[in-house]
């Protein structure tokens, strides 16, 4: 497979970041509404885009078809993937060969072929399908809609897939978990492009939340429980409002007149994490958030985001984001006044 490693100085925004959707036959409409719907919506302080987001096919331009009652018209062919900083392919319902044999049409594989080196590579629920078939996933993590992920593992063998996530991150290749998952996965792309205030404030805009909780096990689908049984809700409400205080897993179970055990077990079949890794990534979004829009040394930080030293949140941070949080400020707050 070819070298993916991505071009941070060309990432790096000295002009807009082009990305290109592909649009295949049997593609899904909302799916494939998804980028333009939050990378065109992203911008600077100063109302500039930040990306420039084309759609094309991979014939000369003309009708696509799509899951639904209508065509649409693309108006780029697969020469605008030689564009492209980042290629997103949503799902399609007429993959072909690409879902049944796990192999690449002819005229997917020379569209394909105009990719330059360094190019991101996204896809959204099925559309991963495309990108193992190319053999951008081998040897990878990836994740798919939960109902294709037992077909998907045994057409691609060599992908790791992981079923009971939203999406997967693995730096210059990105895949997403069915449908809406698209929605988590392109604001977790603005964040990590333009941080936080720009991802929350294109999720205001859409109406969305700027960050789930949890995986696709919330979503899987299961016996439904008995109307009486309550939820884990007032405890994480109760845990947001103090995160900067110590938390233990029993004073959760507490909020919700549990024991440990049944809070535990609730709280992971609601949410799709354990309540532990889920108070971590809360404080991880918190200590972004400080870093970024707030003068406070590390150290307050690190207390305000419930980490205690600056040593815990460098470590979670180091585990969560890959950098420091010296780093993270340095990267974010440094490019405050383009943004």
Same mark, same amino acid.
């Given at each position: 497979? =070819?070298?993916?490693?991505?071009?941070?100085?060309?990432?790096?925004?000295?002009?807009?970041?082009?990305?290109?959707?592909?649009?295949?036959?049997?593609?899904?409409?909302?799916?494939?509404?998804?980028?333009?719907?939050?990378?065109?919506?992203?911008?600077?302080?100063?109302?500039?885009?930040?990306?420039?987001?084309?759609?094309?096919?991979?014939?000369?331009?003309?009708?696509?078809?799509?899951?639904?009652?209508?065509?649409?018209?693309?108006?780029?062919?697969?020469? #605008?993937?030689?564009?492209?900083?980042?290629?997103?392919?949503? =799902?399609?319902?007429?993959?072909?060969?690409?879902?049944?044999?796990?192999?690449?049409?002819?005229?997917?594989?020379?569209?394909?072929?105009?990719? !330059?080196?360094?190019?991101?590579?996204?896809?959204?629920?099925?559309?991963?399908?495309?990108?193992?078939?190319?053999?951008?996933?081998?040897?990878?993590?990836?994740?798919?809609?939960?109902?294709? =992920?037992?077909?998907?593992?045994?057409?691609?063998?060599?992908?790791?897939?992981?079923?009971?996530?939203?999406?997967?991150?693995?730096?210059? /290749?990105?895949?997403?978990?069915?449908?809406?998952?698209?929605?988590?996965?392109?604001?977790?792309?603005?964040?990590?492009?333009?941080?936080?205030?720009?991802?929350?404030?294109?999720?205001?805009?859409?109406?969305?939340?700027?960050?789930?909780?949890?995986?696709? =096990?919330?979503?899987?689908?299961?016996?439904?429980?008995?109307?009486?049984?309550?939820?884990?809700?007032?405890? !994480?409400?109760?845990?947001?409002?103090?995160?900067?205080?110590?938390?233990?897993?029993?004073?959760?179970?507490? $909020?919700?007149?549990?024991?440990?055990?049944?809070?535990?077990?609730?709280?992971?079949?609601? /949410?799709?994490?354990?309540?532990?890794?889920?108070?971590?990534?809360?404080?991880?979004?918190? #200590?972004?958030?400080?870093?970024?829009?707030?003068?406070?040394?590390?150290? $307050?930080?690190?207390?305000?985001?419930?980490?205690?030293?600056?040593?815990?949140?460098? $470590?979670?941070?180091?585990?969560?984001?890959?950098?420091?949080?010296?780093?993270?400020?340095?990267?974010?707050?440094?490019?405050?006044?383009?943004?």
């Amino acid at each position: 497979m =070819a070298d993916r490693t991505h071009d941070h100085t060309r990432a790096g925004f000295s002009r807009k970041h082009r990305v290109a959707v592909l649009a295949l036959d049997g593609v899904i409409p909302f799916e494939l509404g998804i980028p333009q719907r939050i990378f065109g919506r992203a911008r600077t302080t100063a109302g500039e885009l930040l990306y420039d987001v084309v759609t094309c096919s991979a014939r000369p331009p003309g009708p696509v078809r799509t899951d639904a009652d209508f065509a649409i018209l693309v108006e780029h062919g697969p020469e #605008a993937l030689a564009t492209a900083d980042t290629l997103i392919v949503p =799902a399609s319902y007429e993959l072909g060969p690409v879902y049944e044999e796990g192999r690449l049409t002819d005229e997917l594989a020379a569209a394909l072929a105009h990719l !330059r080196p360094g190019t991101r590579l996204v896809s959204i629920c099925t559309g991963g399908y495309v990108l193992a078939a190319a053999g951008f996933l081998d040897g990878r993590p990836a994740t798919t809609h939960w109902s294709s =992920a037992e077909h998907f593992q045994q057409l691609f063998p060599r992908v790791r897939v992981d079923a009971d996530v939203l999406f997967i991150d693995d730096g210059d /290749v990105l895949t997403s978990a069915g449908v809406a998952a698209g929605l988590d996965l392109c604001l977790h792309l603005v964040r990590r492009d333009h941080g936080t205030a720009v991802a929350n404030e294109v999720a205001r805009r859409t109406v969305v939340p700027p960050h789930r909780d949890g995986g696709q =096990a919330q979503y899987i689908q299961r016996p439904v429980p008995e109307p009486q049984l309550a939820t884990t809700s007032m405890a !994480r409400a109760w845990a947001l409002g103090r995160l900067h205080e110590p938390i233990q897993l029993r004073d959760m179970a507490e $909020q919700e007149v549990m024991s440990v055990r049944t809070f535990t077990r609730r709280f992971r079949e609601e /949410v799709g994490v354990s309540p532990g890794q889920w108070l971590t990534r809360q404080r991880v979004e918190r #200590a972004r958030h400080l870093l970024e829009s707030s003068g406070l040394s590390v150290d $307050q930080v690190a207390r305000d985001a419930g980490f205690g030293t600056a040593q815990s949140m460098r $470590q979670h941070l180091q585990a969560a984001l890959g950098v420091t949080p010296t780093t993270y400020r340095r990267t974010f707050r440094a490019t405050e006044g383009t943004r």
